[in-house]
């Protein structure tokens, strides 16, 4: 078995395998699955949307 390297899910904040990488932010493949299947006006959604933005990089508005 290898060992496979860590990363640091912006969202769920824990330690995690596998996921993506959206914008330097890592999302875990759960976090993924979550929000894609949660509806965007739904409040978590808006949530783990904030959690994945709380870098000064995106204030953009
Ligand atoms: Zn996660």
Redesign the pocket.
């Known amino acids: 078995m290898n060992q496979q390297s860590l990363h640091h ?1 912006q ?2 904040d ?1 330690w ?1 395998a596998e996921g993506i990488y959206v914008l330097m932010t890592f ?2 493949k ?2 993924e699955r979550t929000i894609v299947q949660t509806s965007p006006d739904d409040e978590l959604y808006q949530q783990l949307v904030e959690r994945m933005k709380c870098r000064p990089l995106m204030k953009q508005m």
């Open positions: 899910c969202v769920c824990e995690q999302i875990c759960s976090c």
